[in-house]
């Protein structure tokens, strides 16, 4: 690890560009399989009203920046900034409604599939920054190849691109406190942490955490300094810039806020400082309320992320956790400092016994990228030990891709077994979904993998049938209709008592959904599903024709 | 140079195990399908079982439901240690293997309960033991003579359905009783579904039973219902020829705890159970209850 201020190498550079290009292309394309889960249905449809602002400037601009116009086309969906959602619903308008290039699932997520792609070349960037390109490579490849990450890649929701945003924060503040750095990368960490908060909220921790790392690191040479002046001088201009960037950003890209801005984002506050808890099946306890297990954050990723990748990770993490303790390498102090935080702070967070812990592992994403680089590390390490001590020498290098390869490998065969059911990914630890079922964790969310079934359902359902898609939501059934994955004539049903088929999703906490269907279509034999490796995820039961 | 020299070392040794394990992670993930059943074991599996679809089928692991798409038989998935396994006389296991269950308990606990299987039968991946034992059943199951009964609710009649298998009250229409199988504890129970509307009590009047010494019940609050425990609780009252004689209290929890009801004398009797509650929201009350043979234990 050492601090290099020097621009990036041209092979850098075109690794970044080559990255977040074939990372876009393979998304598109990836995408297709992937279902709709329940909050990318409510983004969609946000996304639409919030693109329909655009009549409202066609037809009077100034009656479009009204109070009435902007509450009424913003208030869908308060709860989260409007940023990504202008973005999904005007690509829909642009590419869909307008060119017709592409379908609608596709036009809402290309947004989305952009800042995944931002987010390989980011982390590259930022890995290549701090310890070479293998190192960039390997957290950028590493990142996309832990089958939950790669689902979460796909959809047109927040997880994603605020993991996006954070990198890009991290990397513009570390080339901002670079000797003879340009002013530029402060802007641009301004700007990054704007777009971030612009995003989801939960990069609002980013700034105090990068406040402690210049403290813990810089803090003691500044407070040396002779005078007031020169101590506010040393402070960082990247702190300022994101104190003033973030929320103007946030502001101009959020209509909503435009008028009662104080109550409204004391509203947005109060609505994520009180979020409910969704129900978690965790080693056989459905936990429904705090506190929540210490542990889980920690289990669940020891569970989900590829072990070949999750050793290097773990090695790195404990590794330079012992460093630091030890002060061992000062000159490398700075940049392990800021992998240290960034790599724990969001896992650490949800740790906390009365944070919310639903949505698998999407809430500590911003967490992986510094892991990854840290694993990568300790692969340049490995390779480094057999011949000189420095990467340049060739043997090194050609050995760190030949065990960044060998690494690789069952992580893409991870993540393409589980393609597109990313939900239900467990590692080899945990025994792949089987074992995973039997320890009593999780078995799915989102209810996304219900397109298993949706050809069968084409073909077998009697016309005109009601289906009670249960955890499906009704905006999700609409698109797959739209988008011809469901027959046009089959029709959506409330609940399993008025339905002539049920689509179970299995769900721990909901299994007395499945047992109403049994009495209700007065069946208890499936007719198909979705069986992972053997353990149930998407059920379908008929009413029997007698 | 010595540390330096056993860095080295060290860390030549963990290129070998970061390796080391991606080959092994590799192999686990090509090789895992061989553990897995295959259709053809399946096959097996199920002309084994369509000899008899009367014999319900116990999975174990409990995950392992599959079978389910490809029998009539009733298939049941409960931990080996509950108490309804013992009710069903004789059933066969059907194991599949997987990482982290413990196969081998359940077992030890199934032959504990039941004695050693007698017969065992091996279908590729899959294994298939046959348990029978002796189950003494209940002298009466109420919820088999839904049919016989009259539910009346504040008074008024509520009309059995052409099959007699449901009794709609006229308040809403979640107000009805009905045998359902609902989720308690996260598992299937069948019970008799009496969701009581404030003000009015549900009753359910069963005539002619045989009463024995009690009457065991089994009720609660169907799952999620039972979660929210501001709600208001649930009473269940059992009068013998309109003789109050005993009940319980639902309260606003998960479970469907066992609670018996000593019965005075025997002979033909007119049992009623009367639901109420104090706010009807959310009150998906459930219920079992048997008369159990003399001298058997709950």
């Known amino acids: 690890m050492t601090e290099r201020p020097r621009p990036h190498s041209k092979l850098e550079r075109v690794l970044a560009v080559a990255l977040v290009f074939a990372t876009f292309l393979l998304l598109i394309f990836t995408q297709f399989e992937v279902g709709i889960p329940r909050d990318e249905a409510v983004y969609f449809e946000a996304g639409s009203r919030y693109a329909a602002w655009v009549d409202d400037w066609m037809s009077s601009p100034v009656g479009a920046i009204s109070r009435e116009s902007v509450s009424q086309r913003f208030e869908y969906n308060r709860e989260h900034p409007a940023l990504p959602k202008i973005l999904f619903g005007l690509s829909h308008r642009f590419f869909v409604e307008y060119l017709g290039w592409f379908n609608h699932i596709l036009g809402f997520r290309l947004p989305a599939l952009g800042f995944s792609a931002l987010l390989m070349g980011f982390t590259f960037l930022l890995g290549a920054r701090i310890a070479g390109p293998l190192v960039g490579l390997f957290a950028a490849l590493g990142m996309m190849l832990i089958p939950r990450h790669f689902f979460h890649f796909h959809l047109a929701c927040f997880d994603i691109p605020v993991t996006a945003a954070w990198v890009m924060t ?32 939960n990069i609002y921790f980013l700034p105090p955490l990068l406040v402690l790392h210049w403290l813990v690191v810089y803090g003691r040479d500044a407070w040396a300094m002779g005078t007031f002046k020169d101590r506010v001088k040393a402070i960082p201009l990247a702190f300022p810039c994101m104190a003033i960037l973030g929320p103007l950003l946030l502001f101009v890209s959020w209509p909503f806020l435009w008028y009662d801005t104080v109550d409204r984002f004391a509203w947005y506050v109060q609505f994520h400082a009180k979020h409910v808890h969704y129900s978690w099946e965790y080693f056989g306890q459905v936990l429904d309320t705090p506190p929540f297990p210490i542990a889980y954050p920690f289990i669940v990723t020891a569970l989900t992320v590829p072990v070949a990748l999750l050793l290097p990770m773990c090695i790195g993490l404990l590794q330079n956790i012992y460093w630091e303790l030890r002060r061992a390498f000062p000159q490398t102090r700075n940049v392990r400092i800021l992998l240290l935080f960034n790599a724990l702070f969001s896992l650490c967070l949800i740790a906390l016994p009365n944070v919310p812990i639903f949505g698998g592992m999407k809430h500590w994403l911003p967490s992986m990228p510094f892991l990854l680089i840290l694993g990568g590390l300790v692969v340049i390490q490995a390779a480094t030990s057999w011949t000189s001590c420095t990467l340049e020498d060739s043997r090194s290098s050609r050995l760190a891709i030949a065990i960044g390869i060998a690494i690789m490998v069952p992580s893409g065969l991870l993540t393409a077994r589980y393609h597109p059911y990313g939900t239900s990914a467990y590692n080899e630890l945990a025994g792949l979904t089987p074992g995973a079922a039997s320890l009593g964790m999780q078995r ?38 739209s988008e011809g994955l469901i ?14 088929i049920v689509v179970y999703q299995y769900h721990r906490e909901f299994r007395d959904h499945e047992f109403q269907a049994w009495t209700m279509l007065k069946t208890i034999r499936p007719v198909t599903g979705l069986y992972l490796d053997e353990v149930p995820q998407i059920i379908v039961y008929t009413r029997p024709v007698n | 140079m010595a540390d330096l020299a056993r860095l080295a070392w060290r860390d030549r040794f963990l290129t070998l195990i970061l390796i080391g394990v991606a080959i092994v992670t590799t192999l686990y993930q090509l090789t895992f399908r061989y553990f897995l059943p295959t259709n053809e074991d399946y096959s097996k599996v199920v002309e084994e079982l369509q000899k008899d679809s009367s014999i319900p089928v116990l999975v174990v692991p409990m995950w ?52 050693a299987p007698t017969i065992t039968l091996e279908h590729g991946n899959l294994t298939m033991l046959k348990y029978e034992f002796e189950v003494e059943r209940p002298k009466l199951r109420f919820l088999d003579h839904l049919a016989t009964t009259t539910v009346r609710q504040g008074g008024r009649i509520c009309p059995a359905t052409k099959d007699d298998t449901r009794h709609q009250c006229d308040r809403t229409w979640w107000n009805y009783v009905e045998v359902q199988v609902r989720e308690f504890d996260y598992l299937p129970r069948t019970c008799l579904w009496a969701h009581p509307v404030k003000g ?15 009457i065991n019940v089994r009720a609660g609050m169907v799952g999620r219902s039972g ?72």
């Not at chain 2, 009623?272 to 959310?282: I, P, Y």
């Open chain 1, 170 to 201: 991290v990397y513009f503040y570390l080339r901002s406190l670079e000797e003879n750095a340009l002013k530029r990368w402060a802007v641009f960490s301004g700007l990054a942490f704007g777009l971030g908060i612009s995003i989801k909220h």
């Open chain 1, 444 to 481: 799915q969310y989102w209810s996304s993998s219900v397109t298993h079934v949706l050809p069968w359902l084409n073909e077998n359902a009697p016309k005109d049938t009601k289906v009670y898609f249960h955890e499906v939501m009704r905006a999700s059934f609409r698109w797959y209709k």
């Open chain 1, 487 to 500: 027959r046009a004539d089959i029709r959506w049903a409330n609940d399993p008592a008025s339905s002539d």
């Open chain 2, 200 to 214: 009015e009590p549900l009753s359910i009047s069963f005539p002619n039973i045989s009463i024995g010494e009690s």
């Open chain 2, 64 to 115: 392992a439901e599959r079978i389910r798409t490809m029998v009539d038989n009733p298939v049941v998935a409960l931990p080996p240690e509950d108490r309804d396994i013992a009710a069903l006389g004789h059933f066969w296991a059907l194991v599949t293997p997987s990482p982290w269950s413990n196969v081998n308990g359940a077992l030890d606990i199934l032959s504990g309960r039941f004695g």
């Open chain 2, 227 to 298: 979660l929210n425990k501001r709600l208001a609780p649930v009473e269940l009252r059992v009068d013998i020829d309109g003789v109050p004689t005993g009940g319980l209290i639902a309260p606003a929890r998960p479970g469907f705890p066992l609670t018996t009801i000593p019965t005075p004398g025997v002979g033909s009797k007119t049992v009623t159970f009367t639901v109420t509650t104090s706010n009807q929201a959310l009150r998906h009350f459930c219920f079992d209850a048997w008369i159990p043979q003399l001298g058997e234990a709950p």
